[in-house]
């Protein structure tokens, strides 16, 4: 049986793990592949990241204002920023305000 | 050490404090279990109750070791023999308004746990702290002991709670540490004290984001 391949040219689509990290490079995240996958998997999605993101996006704009560091030390802030804003963000339906 | 010493405001951990109060008073035993630096040690020495007496376990010992050092710590004469065994066991069993504490129950010699099994239905309460797969070898191995425990599952303290405790670092200081070190409390607290250090030699007076980030990037695998 012969194997199916894609025409020459076609690019796969990236799946929704490699999607959140495209959209979090796009806002100059480092991304922590690691982490980021342990939040992958208790349930992170591209649409919550996205959600969290934009809810959070004049925090993320202050810390830029704050930081004088090189980008890869500012990129890797500004990500766990965003990981932890994504904690607190998957938290609250199951354990209610704290 | 008093009993809010040391002690972060969390609901989480001050509402499993009143329920551990209320197992041992009934002589019902706990579990307390958590991962590398949730903060097990920590609140087990928070564990104070008034009318009860807390007797620590070294979890390394072995089966006649550990009888007696329970009864030393209750100021009984009990020399270290393989011979007194039985009647230790009896002696402990016998004696009230006492609890026993046992940290890195991980570490506990299999041999033991029938004999805490005696303690505990004598009404003696026992607190177990340690890593998850205490309660995983206690249900497959000792199940009608892991029934006998209410399980207390410590997670490590949110940044929010970190952030309200250190007046004297930045807010968002504190959750890069937070980040940087995933929650391991122990951890958190040595890059604490570390930054605190060096935001003295800089004469400065509050510890700010920069520094906490300069001084993580010369750490390396944090």
Redesign the interface.
């Known amino acids: 049986m012969k194997k199916r391949r894609n025409p020459p040219g076609t690019k796969l689509k990236a799946n929704e793990l490699e999607q959140i990290i495209d959209f979090l490079s796009e806002k100059e995240m480092v991304v922590d592949r690691g ?1 980021l996958m342990e939040r992958y998997g208790e349930g992170l999605t591209l649409s919550l990241a996205r959600t969290v993101y934009e809810h959070n996006q004049p925090r993320y704009e202050r ?1 830029l204002l ?4 090189p980008p890869e ?1 500012t990129g890797a ?1 500004l990500f ?2 965003f ?2 804003d994504c904690i607190k963000h998957m938290r609250k339906p199951i354990y209610g305000a ?1 | 050490m008093k009993r809010k010493e040391c002690f972060i405001n969390d ?1 989480r951990r001050r509402s499993y404090l009143a329920s551990v109060y209320t197992r041992i008073t009934r002589g019902k035993s706990v579990l307390v279990e958590g991962g590398y630096g949730a903060g097990k040690t920590r609140f087990l020495s928070l564990i104070q109750p008034k009318k009860l007496r807390g007797v620590w376990v070294e979890s390394l010992f072995n089966v006649h070791e550990t009888l007696a050092s329970i009864l030393k710590e209750l100021n009984y004469e009990a020399g270290t023999s393989y011979q007194r065994t039985p009647g230790y066991l009896k002696m402990i069993c016998a004696l009230d308004d006492y609890f026993i504490i046992i940290d890195e129950a991980n570490d506990l010699d299999p041999r033991l746990w029938p004999y805490l099994k005696r303690i505990i239905d004598a009404g003696v309460p026992i607190v177990f702290a340690g890593l998850p797969k205490v309660r995983t070898y206690l249900a497959s191995e000792h199940p009608d002991i892991l029934s006998r425990l209410k399980t207390l599952v410590l997670y490590p303290i ?3 709670d970190f952030i309200l405790e250190y007046k004297d670092f930045e807010p ?1 200081a504190v ?2 540490i ?3 070190t ?1 929650g391991d409390m122990r951890k958190f607290e040595e890059i604490v004290t570390d930054c605190r250090e060096r935001a003295r030699e800089l004469k400065y007076v509050f510890v ?3 520094l906490v ?2 001084f993580l ?1 010369e750490q390396p695998g944090i």
């Open positions: 982490t810390y704050k930081l004088r560091q030390i802030a766990n920023a990981m932890l704290k | 609901k949110e940044v929010e968002e959750e890069q937070y980040a940087a995933k700010d984001v920069n980030l300069s990037a």
